[in-house]
């Protein structure tokens, strides 16, 4: 593929509002999990919370799209300026040729749960204030975020599990390509509710402690939520330290629908296709940062999928012992955390990971290392086997 510059980007996770809290704390590997206290939820686990998410509600104009998703949506826009970036982008493109495409698992479902609540015990009517299409439909956040910034180009949402906001890059990298546009926002948020929580629970996947990825002990999940955005446009003018997106790959495992192919083998497809569209050799990647959630199977067959394409050279690492697993905006976190790690070269560590499982035969970093890195690989693999794997780079 052509490259793109990330002309600009941002994140919101557990760690803070924005890249200074996360360089911080991926730096000092220290993680913002936290045992859960969200809501009503009764469960012995640790998550990834955003502060002070509800401190922030929508404007006036924007109150048909309210809910903790969309909240979380504008909160992270705000962040390192990112915001007034992206409307100079509009203003210097022109509102058509600028597009949307954000990713996200469950959206504004909270909302959902909540008016369940509100049933009219005798119809079992919900409350005429909700709105369904601009909450709890994944096309909301979408739609807020076009509506706020003034974009007429096109928009959609992507919903693939954990893939969502990585595969956001190769469907806006591909309309850019065709020329269609000539920037777009791409980005991931996703929400903690209730609905996530008790589902991973009752798969028996969330951990009782925080996770630890690639750990011989690990034994689930800790589930986030967050945002992360970055600002993709054609390469015309773009500063030469500027990281870029340099290719993309995406396969599915159509295995089962919860548990990944125990050997990796979409996965890899997916990296393989990644190299392929940089048009780089395994020997080219300098860090690779791991979907690795922290369950059993799942960090089992992406270390022998990586092991396969890059042996064990490369260093690795995952990032959601820091900051959760945070589902659909994982794909659009993690590659902003690759981002930093390019601009300050270094190795973020895997937060949470005491003793690595020997059967997991990757270079896992446990602490974060000053280290150069040039190209750095981001993967994101979902539910059903829906996976993406992201080439980012500096000085392409």
């Not at 990298?173 to 609905?195: F, K, Y």
């Amino acid at each position: 593929m052509t490259p793109l510059p990330l002309t600009a980007y941002t994140a919101t996770s557990c760690l803070g509002v924005g890249l200074a809290a996360h360089r911080a704390a991926l730096h000092g590997n220290q993680s913002g999990l936290r045992p859960c206290a969200f809501e009503t939820v009764n469960l012995p686990t640790w998550v990834g919370e955003v502060a002070g998410v509800d401190d922030h509600p929508l404007p006036a104009a924007l109150a048909r799209y309210e809910c903790r998703n969309n909240r979380l949506a504008l909160l992270a826009l705000r962040a390192d300026g990112f915001e007034e970036r992206l409307r100079a982008a509009v203003a210097r493109h022109g509102a058509q040729r600028v597009g949307v495409f954000i990713g996200t698992s469950t959206s504004g479902i909270l909302q959902t749960e909540l008016a369940y609540r509100e049933r009219d015990p005798a119809t079992g009517a919900l409350p005429a204030s909700f709105d369904y299409a601009a909450t709890h439909n994944p096309y909301g956040v979408a739609e807020l975020l076009r509506e706020h910034l003034g974009i007429t180009g096109m928009a959609t949402t992507i919903s693939t599990a954990c893939s969502s906001s990585a595969k956001v890059f190769a469907a806006a990298a591909r309309q850019i390509e065709l020329g269609t546009l000539d920037a777009a926002l791409v980005g991931g948020v996703d929400s903690l509710c209730l609905t996530t929580l008790y589902g991973f629970a009752s798969l028996e996947l969330t951990s009782k402690e925080p996770c630890r990825p690639s750990d011989v002990d690990r034994d689930g999940i800790s589930i986030g939520e967050g945002a992360a955005y970055a600002l993709l446009e054609r390469a015309d003018g773009a500063a030469p330290d500027a990281v870029w997106l340099l290719g993309t790959g995406e396969s599915s495992d159509a295995y089962h629908m919860s548990a990944p192919h125990p050997e990796g083998l979409g996965a890899q497809m997916a990296m393989q296709a990644a190299l392929r569209s940089a048009s780089l050799g395994a020997d080219a990647i300098d860090y690779i940062n791991l979907h690795g959630t922290a369950t059993p199977a799942n960090d089992s067959a992406e270390g022998k999928a990586v092991a396969n394409v890059f042996g064990q050279r490369v260093p690795c690492s995952s990032t959601k012992g820091a900051t959760g697993h945070t589902l659909g905006a994982a794909g659009a976190l993690e590659a902003v955390v690759c981002a930093i790690a390019l601009v300050d070269g270094f190795v973020p560590g895997s937060v949470g990971t005491h003793t690595l499982d020997p059967a997991i035969p990757l270079n896992v970093q446990m602490q974060s290392a000053t280290l150069p890195v040039r190209r750095a690989l981001s993967n994101s693999f979902g539910f059903g086997g829906s996976n993406c794997s992201l080439m980012l780079g500096v000085g392409a």
